[in-house]
């Protein structure tokens, strides 16, 4: 079994930044997909970023294209959300999962593991 931590949310100026990381342990995920997911109150939980195990292929939600970039260290079994010009409909409880596929993966029935969540509030 691996866990998943996130960690780096917190409240933010409209415009502002924050890095998000998510640290695995328990087991290796350096052969699987890793993605970000994101949950506003009220709304369904959405894919917002996947990176490849490589890291040779991404994907991006239309919503964060150009403000957003993931990626992944695998000799520290990290991966990173970079946000920036941040927005306030950017506010939400960010999760990072891990798919046991190769590629980015935009389906997110795929994912095996999840972590518990970190809240991002972006304030107007």
């Known amino acids: 079994q691996a866990q998943l931590v996130e960690s780096g949310g917190g409240l933010v100026q409209a415009g502002g930044s924050l890095r998000l990381s998510c640290s695995a342990s328990g087991r290796t995920l350096s052969n699987y997909a890793m993605g970000w997911f994101r949950q506003a109150p009220g709304k369904e939980r959405g894919l917002v970023a996947a990176i490849s195990w490589s890291s040779g292929s991404t994907y991006y939600a239309d919503s964060v294209k150009g403000r957003f970039t993931i990626s992944r260290d695998n000799a520290k079994s990290t991966v990173y959300l970079q946000m920036n010009s941040l927005k306030p409909e950017d506010t939400a409880v960010y999760y990072c999962?891990?798919?046991?596929?190769?590629?980015?993966?935009?389906?997110?029935?795929?994912?095996?593991?999840w972590g518990q969540g970190t809240q991002v509030t972006v304030s107007s």
């Open positions: 999962a891990a798919a046991p596929f190769v590629g980015a993966v935009v389906t997110e029935r795929v994912y095996d593991y």
